[in-house]
């Protein structure tokens, strides 16, 4: 396996911005950051694993805390991919939609990305192996930040899931899972996969370690990614060192009983085992 790494402006949190003209005052760095390197997350894993599927924030909203990331939709109605701007919904009939603005979002997480890291990675066998080679950058890099990162290339294999939209009274999403999941897989398929790392401390609030999601060149396939392969793919890592989390004001939520161990699930809903 080759490895093949180029530095672009590396994580240290270099954000000054050396274009800025003196005459125009710049707005605060505090400001600055919390705009361009925040992990912003909406609600929290563990609520929509207790069924808590109702959108808190419109797409619209959503796009100003980021312009790439991953979530899913008002009644789990599919997987959220956001990718340059724009958010993708893949159905669980396997179709691709660009939902209007005012759709709304229970669960997602968004950052704007600014790549620090670029490497290729080449032979990816498996799911199991991309995370690995993933885990050495973050080993690297320092774990107990969030990187959001994107992967392009052919894959010559590609196994995804989505899952149809659930009705109220909600079920728990392990149990909406496992009637309304539907599988997809591709094979020499051109795209993108947008993935999402969690450090452990986080294992209360989302899921510690990866989430991935995909969607193809020509926007017509994706899903959350089972598994994978590949001969040569582009690795652009972005490092966020902040972390923002805006909670639904239902009253579902603030009644919630969040008390509950949900660390099965988590595994449950996340790797389909
Ligand atoms: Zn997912």
Redesign the pocket.
């Known amino acids: 396996m080759a490895l093949a790494a180029a530095v672009l402006t590396g994580c240290a949190g270099d954000s000054t911005d050396t274009t800025q003209p003196s005459e125009v005052p710049a707005p605060p760095a505090q400001e600055v950051d919390r705009e361009r390197d925040t992990l912003c997350q909406i609600s929290l894993l563990q609520g929509l694993l207790s069924g808590d599927f109702q959108g808190s924030i419109s797409i619209g909203e959503l796009k100003t805390y980021g312009d790439m990331g991953?979530g899913t939709f008002d009644g789990v109605d599919g997987?959220l991919i956001m990718l340059d701007g724009v958010v993708y919904q893949a159905k669980g009939d396997g179709t691709v939609a660009q939902p209007d603005d005012s759709l709304t979002i229970p669960f997602a997480n968004v950052t704007f990305f600014e790549p620090d890291e670029q490497v290729t990675y080449t032979d990816v066998e498996s799911f199991e192996a991309l995370t690995e080679l993933l885990d050495g950058e973050v080993e690297r890099l320092g774990e107990n930040r969030f990187y959001m990162v994107r992967i392009d290339g052919t894959f010559t294999e590609m196994h995804a899931r989505s899952e149809y939209a659930q009705e109220e009274p909600y079920r728990t999403l392990v149990e909406a899972l496992a009637e309304d999941q539907t599988y997809f897989d591709y094979e020499d398929v051109e795209g993108t996969v947008v993935a999402l790392y969690c450090p452990v401390y986080m294992s209360e609030l989302n899921n510690a370690g990866w989430?991935l999601?995909f969607i193809s060149a020509d926007r017509t396939r994706g899903g959350?990614v089972l598994d994978l392969a590949s001969d040569e793919l582009t690795v652009t890592i972005d490092c966020t060192d902040s972390f923002e989390m805006l909670l639904p004001d239902s009253e579902y939520f603030v009644n919630a009983d969040f008390s509950l161990d949900r660390s099965e699930d988590v595994r449950r809903a996340e790797t389909n085992e």
Do not use: R, V
């Open positions: 991953i997987e989430h999601h959350h």
